[in-house]
């Protein structure tokens, strides 16, 4: 029996789970939690990576006492943002957050030399202003001289514990740098950020066996013996591993966390003209796949009014909360750029409520209202939109992640969409990297068998579709508000 450990690190907290395999059923054990966020200094918004390593660092120690003495180890975060290394293997600069504002209008200046179409047609990535292409971009171009290998997040942490550089694939496509057909980074669009291929490492595939933690680290820290495991470093990517299968039914999935990712898995990308359009993308998924999925602002809404708050509430009681209030009294496009960093999300609420000539929330209990509702009717607009690009119709939705757990937006969105809702796993990104692991030391024979068995191993839990009254006049009503 195998020790496997999934580092898992999101937007808003991290954790090291433990993973078994036992009895065709796969068992976790969360065995270190830790708080996660950007800071904001002089105007920018950064990431703290090296208190990042130290949690990691915290959690191996955890596991040794535990009882763990060797294991393999699997690391996902976030995707786009980026570790410049200089010639001495130190980091440059602090990792600027793609929520700061430095990529204001520079998609305007980046599409003034280089298409959107021809870019799509390269990578097929949707155009979001925070993507790495538009940071490495407005980037400072003297760091960038000092620059002798750019590293993703999860990629850095790697190098942090073993020595060992690489760029894994899922993690380095949503740079929005790769090129589709030649599957390596476009030479195009690196010289219109004066960047050589040698800036970056070999890219690397889900599955692939690294280095072990140095020895050096073991012995000063008294850790587990850890064999590095690349998994599939972009949280997303990990999360729709996790998905359970469904035989001889057609499903999208919702990872469901600080974003929710609404899409389907692919054997080939889908980079036309009406998938550009509508801001799908391809991201790279592990064995040969590809997530063709929408980016929507998710849980980060109600993660940004509980803070708001002072924590006084938890996530499970703005449900309940939102629960007593009348639905669907006032709507918010939730993709709207407005709400991706303001300074008070409750009011930027307020606000476009106000702009759109709709109810107006009062309390805490109806701002939290108002995004489950908005969030179940952009999934019902997305998932549409899906069938027609993918020419394939969408029987159930699954949803994964920690939004799952939300009873209210899984029966919503079950409502809204007239589709079954399947909500869970929980820790399906923690489960996609351990899938991962136990494929790759071969005490699972591949991704299909992972998935049933991730099924059997934990409560997969059903939301049927109500009906609803005043339906169309409720989809004409948020017609409208996405026209704001």
């Given amino acids: 029996m195998f020790n496997h450990i999934a580092v898992d690190i999101g937007a808003s907290s991290g954790r090291l789970v433990l993973g078994r395999l036992e009895d065709d059923k ?9 708080s996660n966020g950007f800071t904001e200094r002089n105007g920018s918004c950064f990431w703290d990576i090296d208190y990042l390593y130290d949690q990691i660092i915290a959690g191996l120690q955890k596991a040794k006492g535990c009882g763990v003495l060797k294991c393999t180890l699997g690391i996902d975060t976030w995707a786009v943002d980026y570790v410049l290394i200089d010639e001495n293997g130190e980091k440059i600069q602090d990792v600027y957050s793609y929520r700061d504002n430095r990529t204001e209008n520079t998609m305007e200046k980046v599409t003034a030399q280089i298409s959107p179409e021809e870019v799509y047609t390269k990578t097929g990535i949707q155009q979001l202003s925070f993507n790495t292409l538009y940071q490495l971009y407005i980037h400072d171009p003297l760091e960038l001289e000092k620059a002798y290998k750019i590293l993703m997040v999860p990629d850095y942490l790697y190098y942090k514990l073993s020595g060992h550089m690489m760029n894994e694939v899922t993690n380095a496509s949503t740079t929005q740098l790769l090129n ?7 030479t195009d669009l690196l010289n219109l950020l004066h960047l050589k291929r040698e800036h970056f490492a070999a890219l690397t595939e889900p599955g692939e066996v690294l280095a072990f933690v140095s020895e050096a680290i073991v012995q000063q820290y008294d850790l587990p013996e850890c064999l590095l495991i690349c998994a599939a470093t972009h949280d997303t990517a990990s999360s729709v591993l996790g998905v359970p299968v469904q035989e001889g039914r057609s499903s999208a999935f919702i990872s469901s966390g600080t974003w929710s990712l609404l899409g389907v898995e692919l054997s080939h990308p889908i980079n036309n003209h009406d ?4 801001n799908y993308t391809n991201e790279w998924g592990a064995f040969g796949t590809y997530r063709f999925l929408k980016n929507v ?4 809404l109600i993660q940004e009014v509980r803070r708001l708050g002072d924590y006084r509430y938890s996530f499970a009681e703005l449900a309940e909360l939102a629960a007593n209030e009348e639905g669907f009294r006032s709507l918010i496009p939730c993709n709207h750029p407005r709400f991706l960093n303001p300074l008070n999300m409750i009011e930027e609420i307020r606000r476009a409520c106000l702009e759109s000539g709709q109810h107006v929330p009062t309390t805490i209990s109806q701002v939290a209202r108002c995004i489950f509702d908005s969030l179940a009717l952009s999934y019902y607009s997305y998932l549409n939109e899906l069938e027609e690009l993918t020419g394939t119709p969408i029987d159930v939705v699954q949803i994964v992640g920690g939004g799952s757990n939300n009873e209210l937006l899984c029966q919503l969105t079950a409502d809204v969409t007239g589709r079954e809702v399947l909500a869970g796993p929980t820790e399906s990104t923690a489960l996609g990297n351990i899938a ?17 068995i991730i099924g059997n191993s ?11 009254a005043n339906f169309k ?8 508000v996405l026209l704001l």
């Fill in 297 to 300: 602002m998710g849980m980060w």
């Fill in 473 to 480: 006049e409720l989809i004409n009503r948020w017609s409208l």
């Fill in 180 to 186: 589709l057909q030649t599957r390596d980074y476009d």
């Fill in 458 to 468: 934990f409560e997969i839990k059903s939301y049927l579709p109500r009906k609803m």
């Fill in 436 to 452: 991962v692991q136990l494929i790759r030391t071969r005490d699972i024979s591949g991704i299909h068998e992972v998935r049933k």
């Fill in 275 to 278: 998938a550009m359009k509508a």
């Fill in 26 to 34: 796969i068992l976790l054990e969360e065995i270190h939690r830790f």
